[in-house]
């Protein structure tokens, strides 16, 4: 709060001040009144609006509102599941960078355990008792041959060092008179290198300190100095200083997980690996935290980067994984939920479409029938279009099965009288005739036959006691299963009638023993057979034609054998044949009908069965119970 000096004094208002003017008052009244006026003009063109929006909305066709609708609700699943898996993919990115600190964490964990214990080692180096007397000896001595003895010895303890470690390429322990001695898998070091270490390595004051691979040595390597000390004397003279060289591509391979690539660096220099598939220095400053994960584009390829600085060495642990690799199926799961919804989509709105003009479709008809009706067209109002589908027994089937009705019951009561009259005449029609029977036929046969005989006209009496004969056979239904003997009268009358159409170039052969007349088959089973063969093999050819009837006894049936010499059929026209795909020319019994009554009247293991080749004729066999 503002406080007014002491020796301030507030500002006095003249009274007439405090008194408010006659437009100031008509302003105060004014103002309130227009801004809700101006509110209600809002409002009323916002009510405008939607309301003409809802006027659209009620005069659209039932159809499009129901696709509209079903997009409508299609569009918000879609929203949904697109947030909802964001959401589920935001948290697998957190489970996946997880996982991904976890196996970073224990191989960092790991790889500096045994960091720690190669530290420890080159400790026990350095304090080892033998070595330092040895490199005491050296030291104090002023004999050639002691110093060279004394330096075998410390090679031979060196060995122990390395041949017990397999983490290790070599030892190098330089002494107080600056001579080097080298074990293991030796790589010289060169002499600058070695400069800047042994001076690293005396700043340290017994400190061990850790030297980066680098082009020309792949080796990690470790360097601590040696100082005298013996029992409780420390003197801390100066004896020298050892350089382990560890194999650190064999450290991270044993210790480390395989899942992606482990990159290691202390700041700006990479100790593992030698050749990276990126240069860690392009995301240096995107790892300077202690942890945590980014997706990055590098060098052309997309990763997945999960880093962790080490605590005790201040190096940094990188775990960069191939984004394609890491997340292959996560892409895969997105686009084919992208598809599935698209598909979706399109399949709601087709269905949708579909419904709404199952709906309006069939008003509409009733809307153009009604009108029909209306100018008093009763007949086509109660006539379906030929493309309508069957109406479904629904409100709208039942409004059109009652719309029918009526105006089927108008249309009766219109046009009953015509109607009446016209079946009268029809059914005086018909009863004229009736009156022709089959007797009529018969009786006029037997009087063209007594005429034939009487002017010796034998063949024309032969072919019409021949067409009475299969007239009465085939008229009569008294015996729908013969004998084979009575079977065979018809074929023979049959055969009497083609003799005298085809005379020479049909040669028909009959060969069925007497004790085989009796044996039954369903009725005018042979005939069919032999009108098939004169129509497939003579008619087509000009040349004569047999055709054999003949019986024969297999192991489990009795078979009546139709045969022919003709032209025979195509293995593909067999087979439709058999199938009954075959659309035949003639109008008489089928052979799939044969077939069919054989097998219900004695099972089915007993039928009809057709053999051909082209040009070897065709065989008809039926097969019969012994």
Sequence with gaps: MFK????????????????????????????????????????????????????????????????????????MAFTFAVIVQQYAFSIYDGQLYLKSSKVLHLSSSAIESELERIEQLSFNMVTDTEIQQILRAISNSDSDYDRLTLRQRLVDRLLNYVGSEPMLYSIHLIDSFNKQYDVGSVIPIAPSKMQHIMQLAGDADGEERWFSPDEHDPALLLSREIRSYSGTLFDLQYLGTIVVRVNIDKLVRTSAAEEGELIMTSGTDVIYPTRPNFDPASIQADVSSGSGYFTREIEGHTYFVAYNRSFNTGWTYINATPFNQAFRQIIFIKELVIMVFGMIFAVAILLGIRFSRGLTKPIESLIARMKLAEKGNFAEANVLPQDAAPVAMDELGLLHRTFRLMVERINVLITENYASRLLVKETEFKALQAQINPHFLYNTLESVNWLAKINKQTQI??????????LRNSVSLKEPILSLREELEIVKNYIIIQKFRFEDRLEFSMNVPDEDLERRLPKLSLQPLLENAIHYALEPSVEPCRIALYTRREEHAFCVIVEDDGPGMAPDTLDR?????????????????????????????????????????????LSLPL
């Design 4 to 75: 007014f000096p002491v020796n301030c004094q507030r500002p006095k208002r003249h009274l007439a001040s405090r008194i408010p003017t006659l437009d100031n008052h008509v302003d105060s009244v004014y103002n309130p009144v227009h801004n809700v006026y101006t509110t209600f003009q809002l409002q009323g063109k916002e009510t405008d609006a939607v309301r003409k929006w809802t006027t659209v909305y009620k005069n659209m066709k039932i159809k499009n509102k129901l696709s509209l609708l079903i997009a409508l609700i299609v569009a």
């Design 461 to 470: 009496s032969d072919m019409v006691q021949a067409l009475a004969f299969l």
């Design 577 to 621: 044949l058999r199938s009954g795909s075959l659309q035949t020319t003639g109008n008489g019994i089928g052979l799939l009908n044969i077939d069919e009554r054989l097998k219900l009247a004695f099972g089915d293991n007993y039928g009809l069965y057709i053999e051909s080749r082209p040009g070897l004729g065709a065989r008809i066999i």
